[in-house]
Structure formats: C-alpha cells, structure tokens
T-cell receptor
C-alpha cells in the first residue's frame, strides 16, 4: 500500500455519461496530482493542487473537471468524454516544499474506457 | 521543448545478470533526477533519486549514475530478479521552479524490463 487510494479501479463509460474518479491520500501531504497514462506515451501531468488550491492546469480539456475539497481528497469529474480519453488515470500526492526533493506517491490508478 | 526520454523501450535479461536502463534528458535546470518502477496493475513507485550536484548514488542493489556533460542518466540493477520485471521511468524535478508547484515531475517514456528465470 502506498497510502494513496483510487476508486474505482476500472470504469467503462459512454461518451454522454458523467462519472467521477476519486483519490484519497492518508500520508498527510499538502499536494495532490492527476496524471494521464496512455500507451506508448510518457505520463502526462493534468492538474496539481497545493493546500486545496489549483496550481497547475496543463491545458486539459474542460470535459475534465478537478475538485479538491480538502488536502486528503481529490476528484476528477468526467463528462462528454471522447474515445481517445481512454487511459489509466493516476493520482499522486507529495509533501511539496521548495528547495527539496518532493517524492510523489502514486495510487494504483483508474483504468478508463470510453465507448 | 524540454523533455526526458529513454534510449531503449525494452530490455530483456537473465535472472542474476546486471541490468542497465538509460535515460537522456534535456533540461539542465533540473535539481533532481528520479527513477520510478511501475509493476503491472500498480502505480509508479519511487526507487531512488540523485541530486544534480552528484554523479553517483547507491541504494540497495541499485545505482544511479548522472553524467551532466552529456545529459545522461542510468539505473543499474545488480543481480536482477524476476520481481524486478516492470516498466522503469526516469523523471526530473525542479525543486526551485518559479510559482508554487515545486513538486512537478517530467517523466520519460519508460523502459520495459523483463527478467527471465
């Protein structure tokens, strides 16, 4: 166990559905991240939250909507997705501090298939 | 643009052999270089890091080498075991980047390591 839990582990949805991915960290960290992992591509950073404030949005389409109600929980709301959005979505957390190594701890991911 | 990438997408070794996984990077402003291991069905797991002012760091059965002259990073695994089979990613981090996201990681594509018994 890494201390980062993602649910669900697998999700199949149609292009008109609305679903949410959930991430919870039990490590007391101040930062949480969403990544997209597609086949044959490096992990792509989507969003960063530090102390519940969004600090990064890497030009992610608006059909992905993150929510961070507190430092331990992170959601990714999905609506009107496209088949090319099918991927493994990974959540991570870290204790961000300037000037030091920030080790990110990852959850096991949600395998998303968009039909 | 700046990127971190890997030379070889796959590496196949016999159990007991030493493995070397390579990585090229282009951002000379990075403060840390990190190796992650991702096993099937799991998220990436931190293995070892090296600070930009170092050229070698050893862990348990793993050694990371950093050559800033040619912007090259490598991970050496001694006496490779079947449990080492996974995808290995290098990543870089700027701990003093402007703004508030000090923990941002830029990942390379990954190398698939397969260890045969």
């Amino acid at each position: 166990e890494t201390g980062v839990t993602q649910t669900p582990r697998h999700l199949v949805m149609g292009m008109t559905n609305k679903k949410s991915l959930k991430c919870e960290q039990h490590l007391g960290h101040n930062a949480m991240y969403w990544y997209k992992q597609s086949a044959k591509k490096p992990l792509e950073l989507m969003f960063v939250y530090n102390f519940k404030e969004q600090t990064e949005n890497n030009s992610v389409p608006s059909r992905f909507s993150p929510e961070c109600p507190n430092s331990s929980h992170l959601f990714l709301h999905l609506h009107t997705l496209q088949p090319e959005d099918s991927a493994l979505y990974l959540c991570a957390s870290s204790q961000e501090k300037q000037g030091t190594l920030n080790i990110q701890y990852f959850g096991a991911g949600t395998r998303l298939s968009v039909l | 643009g700046e990127s971190v990438g890997l030379h070889l997408p796959t590496l196949s070794v016999q159990e007991g052999d030493n493995s070397i996984i390579n990585c090229a990077y282009s951002n000379s402003a990075s403060d840390y270089f990190i190796w992650y291991k991702q096993e099937s069905g799991k998220g990436p797991q931190f293995i070892i890091d090296i600070r930009s002012n170092m050229d070698k760091r050893q862990g348990q059965r793993v050694t990371v080498l950093l050559n800033k002259t040619v912007k090259h990073l490598s991970l050496q695994i001694a006496a490779t075991q079947p449990g080492d089979s996974a995808v290995y990613f290098c990543a870089e981090q700027q701990a003093n980047a402007g703004g508030t996201s000090y923990g941002k990681l830029t990942f390379g594509q990954g190398t698939i390591l397969t260890v045969h018994p």
